[in-house]
């Protein structure tokens, strides 16, 4: 058999045995379209050695390290058990000038390090060294200095030196999660762009005014799937950590993975961070303990109307990434829409609050000062 040549050769690229197997996945824009998943890999193994925090009756040992950031000072504190050899299970940051979108970074943090996906935890904590804001010179534990692109950044690179410091990465094993990523890199469009969904939300409590957009692309099989989450407006930008983080969950094909994350943001709490909004897909209001807590309401809401999960941010199905308890998922996931304040002598409601220096009715709208 013979090979002709029907056009001209233009340039050429050397391709290991290694490359030849491997089957990337593509992205294909089209203008006013979501971008194409071309292909998607095998489903995720069970990858969770803790679903939660073990409760470990008798302590553990952990290592605290200082950021001295540009605007902010506070500690984290990582936690590891023996376990054959250490291994590093959780972060918690301590203190009160700690960055606002810090700490839930560090809850949903957690889970990875609790997985048993050594590679997933080390690529998003890369990832997460990156993050760009105010930079500023480090001290690493080992004294070498370093200039960390922000606060998150300094987070995520010291997390990762403690993961190196206890050989966390040492032992190889299996990547399940790391290879259900639909890409390791944010896919980015052409110059003829593609949709996404967005919303608008403000809490007047942090002085948050944010737009959430919610990049979105299709998989093989027609299903349209949001893979990235970002911010603009008036915000802290240690947030941008924690959509960094979740677009990484976002891109893992198992969306069991994602709804984890999102549940447990569902509880995350500031002071003087309680507001009230529109409950996603009503008309009805409530009220969230945070701007973080709603933002995980509405990227659930949005799964569930792209019929990626139930309404209540459980999973429609299990893929072996943790076992999933349904009933706890509901008592976790649904909204307390009940208000939270004294009662109102004109209608009854338990939604009186201070407003503007007046005790006023988050339901009626009576207010003694009237």
Same mark, same amino acid.
């Given at each position: 058999?013979?090979v002709s040549i029907?056009?001209?050769?233009?340039g050429?690229?050397?391709?290991t045995?290694?490359?030849?197997?491997?089957?990337?996945?593509?992205f294909?824009? &089209?203008?006013?379209?979501?971008l194409?998943?071309g292909?998607?890999p095998?489903?995720?193994?069970?990858?969770?050695?803790?679903?939660?925090?073990?409760?470990?009756?008798?302590?553990?040992d952990?290592?605290?390290?200082?950021?001295?950031?540009p605007?902010h000072r506070?500690?984290?504190?990582i936690g590891?058990?023996?376990?054959g050899?250490?291994?590093?299970?959780e972060?918690?940051?301590?203190?009160?000038t700690?960055?606002?979108?810090?700490?839930p970074?560090?809850?949903?943090?957690?889970?990875d390090?609790?997985?048993?996906?050594?590679?997933?935890?080390?690529?998003?904590?890369e990832s997460?060294?990156?993050?760009?804001?105010?930079p500023?010179?480090l001290?690493?534990p080992?004294?070498r200095?370093?200039?960390?692109p922000?606060?998150?950044?300094?987070?995520?690179?010291l997390?990762?030196?403690?993961c190196? &410091?206890?050989?966390?990465?040492?032992?190889?094993?299996?990547?399940p999660v790391?290879d259900?990523?639909?890409?390791?890199?944010?896919?980015?469009t052409t110059?003829?762009g =593609?949709?996404?969904?967005?919303?608008?939300?403000?809490n007047?409590?942090s002085?948050d005014?944010?737009s959430?957009?919610v990049?979105?692309?299709?998989l093989?099989?027609?299903?349209?799937?949001?893979?990235?989450v970002w911010?603009?407006?008036?915000?802290p930008?240690?947030?941008d950590?924690?959509?960094? =983080?979740?677009s990484f969950?976002l891109?893992?094909?198992?969306?069991e993975?994602?709804?984890?994350k999102?549940?447990?943001?569902?509880s995350v709490? &500031?002071?003087n961070?309680?507001?009230?909004?529109q409950?996603p897909g009503?008309?009805?209001?409530a009220f969230?303990p945070s701007?973080v807590?709603?933002?995980a309401?509405?990227?659930?809401d949005?799964?569930a109307y792209?019929?990626?999960?139930?309404?209540d941010?459980?999973?429609?199905g299990?893929?072996?990434?943790v076992?999933?308890?349904?009933?706890?998922?509901r008592?976790?996931?649904?909204v307390d829409?009940?208000?939270?304040?004294m009662p109102?002598?004109?209608c009854g409601a338990?939604?009186v609050?201070?407003?503007?220096?007046?005790?006023?009715?988050?339901?009626c709208?009576?207010?003694?000062?009237?």
């Amino acid at each position: 058999m013979s090979v002709s040549i029907t056009k001209k050769i233009t340039g050429y690229k050397v391709v290991t045995p290694e490359d030849a197997t491997r089957k990337p996945s593509v992205f294909v824009d &089209e203008p006013d379209r979501h971008l194409k998943l071309g292909t998607v890999p095998k489903p995720v193994a069970a990858s969770l050695r803790w679903s939660k925090r073990p409760d470990l009756v008798e302590g553990n040992d952990s290592r605290t390290y200082l950021i001295r950031g540009p605007e902010h000072r506070f500690a984290i504190d990582i936690g590891h058990v023996q376990n054959g050899h250490a291994e590093p299970f959780e972060v918690w940051v301590k203190g009160d000038t700690a960055p606002r979108g810090i700490a839930p970074l560090a809850k949903s943090l957690s889970m990875d390090m609790r997985s048993r996906d050594r590679g997933f935890l080390q690529a998003k904590l890369e990832s997460l060294a990156k993050t760009p804001g105010k930079p500023f010179e480090l001290t690493l534990p080992d004294h070498r200095q370093v200039l960390a692109p922000s606060e998150v950044a300094a987070f995520a690179m010291l997390v990762d030196f403690r993961c190196r &410091e206890l050989g966390a990465y040492d032992v190889q094993g299996p990547t399940p999660v790391l290879d259900a990523l639909m890409s390791r890199k944010e896919p980015k469009t052409t110059a003829r762009g =593609s949709d996404c969904w967005f919303v608008d939300f403000a809490n007047p409590n942090s002085g948050d005014n944010i737009s959430m957009f919610v990049k979105e692309l299709v998989l093989p099989d027609g299903t349209v799937r949001p893979y990235s989450v970002w911010l603009g407006g008036k915000y802290p930008k240690s947030l941008d950590g924690l959509c960094k =983080s979740l677009s990484f969950d976002l891109r893992v094909i198992e969306v069991e993975w994602v709804l984890l994350k999102l549940r447990q943001l569902l509880s995350v709490s &500031e002071v003087n961070g309680e507001f009230r909004a529109q409950v996603p897909g009503h008309e009805k209001t409530a009220f969230y303990p945070s701007t973080v807590a709603y933002m995980a309401s509405l990227i659930i809401d949005r799964l569930a109307y792209r019929g990626l999960c139930e309404i209540d941010g459980s999973p429609k199905g299990s893929s072996g990434v943790v076992a999933f308890d349904k009933a706890k998922a509901r008592s976790v996931a649904t909204v307390d829409t009940s208000p939270k304040g004294m009662p109102c002598g004109a209608c009854g409601a338990l939604a009186v609050k201070m407003d503007g220096g007046c005790a006023t009715c988050q339901e009626c709208g009576h207010s003694h000062c009237q």
